[in-house]
T-cell receptor, first 111, second 115 residues
Framework: QKEVEQDPGPLSVPEGAIVSLNCTYSNSAFQYFMWYRQYSRKGPELLMYTYSSGNKEDGRFTAQVDKSSKYISLFIRDSQPSDSATYLC???????????FGSGTRLLVRP | DTGVSQDPRHKITKRGQNVTFRCDPI?????LYWYRQTLGQGPEFLTY????????KSRLLSDRFSAERPKGSFSTLEIQRTEQGDSAMYLC?????????????FGEGSRLTVL
């Protein structure tokens, strides 16, 4: 079983929809939780970063962490065609420098 | 633009050949990572440098793989006696030791195709 599980999709939504992306994990030592966005043939870029549990909002993006359930989410409001990409969750523990990534969810926002 | 450049962007080689990839982070990136990503998968950790010291290596990094970061600046990843299973995107990422510990600045990757 992988340490981080993520539905690969693809997820296809109409423009303007609210998108919900999720990851589950098994390692209770994870304390740092990230969402990266990766466009085709590009490297991943950091979207959101959260430490421990709670919510964080940045513009149209909201990240949620529920450590008790080992479940993290990314919500995208008013989705745009430019949001079409692969979204990767990533996490790490306090005593580690390496990020563990999920397999990524492909999102397609239809105009 | 993250400031992390990788070369070459795409390498096609025959099985059994050696290949080397180079990564140039910005000077402030004292931490440097190599990840491997196959189609439909997330990046898998390969190795990590703090300045010139290689502090961690994944079990994925067999004896055919070696990485260096001389003088704590650029880094190279060499794969000897390539196999078809080595075909993947090799991603380099840099970051600052004092910054957000989750933010890695990735290059655009070096895609390896082994025929």
């Amino acid at each position: 079983q992988k340490e981080v599980e993520q539905d690969p999709g693809p997820l296809s939504v109409p423009e303007g929809a609210i998108v919900s992306l999720n990851c589950t994990y098994s390692n209770s030592a994870f304390q740092y939780f990230m969402w990266y966005r990766q466009y085709s043939r590009k490297g991943p870029e950091l979207l959101m970063y959260t430490y421990s549990s709670g919510n964080k909002e940045d513009g149209r993006f909201t990240a949620q962490v529920d450590k008790s359930s080992k479940y993290i989410s990314l919500f995208i409001r008013d989705s745009q065609p430019s949001d079409s990409a692969t979204y990767l969750c990533a996490m790490k523990g306090d005593s580690s420098y390496k990020l563990i990534f999920g397999s990524g969810t492909r999102l397609l926002v239809r105009p | 633009d993250t400031g992390v450049s990788q070369d070459p962007r795409h390498k096609i080689t025959k099985r059994g050949q050696n290949v080397t990839f180079r990564c140039d982070p910005i000077s402030e990136h004292n931490r440097l990572y190599w990840y491997r990503q196959t189609l439909g998968q997330g990046p898998e950790f390969l190795t990590y440098f703090q300045n010139e010291a290689q502090l961690e290596k994944s079990r994925l990094l067999s004896d055919r793989f070696s990485a260096e970061r001389p003088k704590g600046s650029f880094s190279t990843l060499e794969i000897q006696r390539t196999e078809q299973g080595d075909s993947a995107m090799y991603l380099c990422a840099g970051t600052y030791s004092g910054g957000n510990t989750g933010e890695l600045f990735f290059g655009e990757g070096s895609r390896l195709t082994v025929l």
